[in-house]
């Protein structure tokens, strides 16, 4: 299928026109993110014609700043709220990478393509989270390298029928294993920010990109 006929995408991007979504949760006035009516608010953002719902990817609230962050994990919620509201594209901004196994991601992105056809949107990031990634036990230096490379076996696994993978992630043989579900339809993926890639990367691999104001006009990127 192509993306021009995938319904979350055609949601987001239409010609001639500017399309507006919201970040979920959308109040924040207390230490934890405010979860209350916030069922309610996205079934109304819904009705009034917006595009999207975004959530965020969040594993560890920074106590030393001014950090709401994101309080429920990013599948479960967005599982949560696609079977509470009906057409509204689901996105993620972003899924992190190099803190998701590929496999992992794979298996719950084409699970909820196949319980809620054609409304994930899966915008995935190398990361900026210094304590998500001190948690996990991973190297911030390195996410642009894990990012690269878990994107690659991701790819494969939600692109290809029965992929043959032989990684340091984890070894995939074509002829007597395969993942399931597949994905229902081709899944949107947009690399958000530079994720440490150059843009001829994220333009020769993405399906599309959403672009971090801070990060214009240029950034140092990782071939």
Not at 187 to 199: E, K, L, R, W
Request: charge should be negative; hydrophobic fraction near 40%; avoid cysteine.
């Amino acid at each position: 299928m192509s993306l021009l006929q995938h319904r979350a995408f055609n949601r987001l991007y239409q010609q001639d026109k500017m399309t507006l979504g919201f970040a979920i949760p959308t109040a924040r006035m207390s230490k934890y993110p405010i979860m209350e009516n916030q069922l309610s608010l996205a079934r109304k953002i819904e009705d009034h014609g917006f595009a999207a719902l975004w959530l965020r990817d969040v594993t560890i609230q920074n106590l030393n700043i001014d950090d709401n962050g994101q309080m429920y994990d990013v599948w479960i919620y967005l599982t949560y709220l696609a079977a509470h509201t009906k057409d509204i594209a689901l996105g993620t901004a972003s899924v992190v990478l190099p803190l998701r196994h590929p496999v992992r991601v794979a298996k719950e992105a084409s699970s909820i393509d196949r319980l809620f056809p054609e409304r994930l949107i899966m915008g995935v990031a190398s990361g900026d989270r210094d304590k998500d990634f001190t948690a996990l036990g991973i190297s911030m230096l390195e996410s642009g390298g894990l990012f690269k490379k878990n994107y690659a076996f991701l790819e494969r696994l939600l692109k290809e029928d029965n992929p043959t993978i032989n990684s340091d992630l984890g070894i995939i043989d074509g002829t007597d294993m395969r993942m399931i579900p597949k994905p229902f339809s081709s899944i949107p993926t947009m690399v958000t920010g530079f994720s440490n890639q150059s843009i001829e990367w994220i333009a020769q691999n993405g399906d599309g990109w959403d672009p971090v104001p801070e990060d214009y006009p240029t950034t140092n990127s990782i071939d």
